[in-house]
């Protein structure tokens, strides 16, 4: 990725079931707080504001800016008590380096797309925000932002999977 907009389209019903798949999945519910962090130009941005207002849970809207700041982070997710929120990896990686990040014990999903999730930085979710899901997803944006998904779990694996597909798609390697 080169981490600029492309411009790609996407059918409403695409969106539609990636939204109602993360629902079943993962269950947002009228205690969740979704942190919107993503800018609007990208793609993961889509299910950050709309799959929280479709399930009753709040969203919290960061300001410009602070998705590249993790004391800002730490900050935004004990302020709001954010339970679910987006990374890509390198990002993650960056976070976790913060000093106040075992403080976030409101996270219950921490959802990771974009880039390949290193073994290292899953380690550092189960080692500083153990009561934290961590979800590695991955899809190209013309595929309605992600079509595999991966819980993760320590089993000694040297590279994170990128998993299954998501509802009502399948995926083949060519």
Not at 55 to 61: P, T
Not at 71 to 96: D, Y
């Amino acid at each position: 990725s080169t981490g600029k907009p492309k411009g790609a389209g996407n059918r409403h019903s695409a969106l539609v079931n990636r939204l109602c798949w993360m629902q079943q999945a993962y269950g947002l519910d009228g205690s969740d707080t979704v942190l919107q962090k993503t800018p609007f130009s990208f793609d993961v941005s889509v299910w950050e504001f709309f799959w929280p207002l479709m399930s009753g849970a709040r969203l919290a809207v960061a300001g410009p800016g602070d998705h590249r700041d993790p004391s800002r982070l730490v900050e935004l997710i004990n302020q709001h008590q954010v339970s679910t929120l987006h990374f890509v990896p390198s990002m993650l990686q960056v976070f976790l380096q913060d000093e106040q990040v075992a403080s976030c014990s409101s996270l219950k999903r921490i959802v990771c797309s974009g880039e390949a999730l290193q073994v290292d930085a899953q380690q550092g979710v189960f080692a500083k925000l153990p009561n934290a899901g961590l979800f590695n997803l991955y899809g190209p944006t013309e595929a309605a932002i992600d079509v595999t998904h991966w819980t993760c779990r320590d089993e000694g694996r040297d590279t994170v999977p990128i998993g299954q597909p998501i509802a009502n798609l399948a995926t083949y390697v060519l």
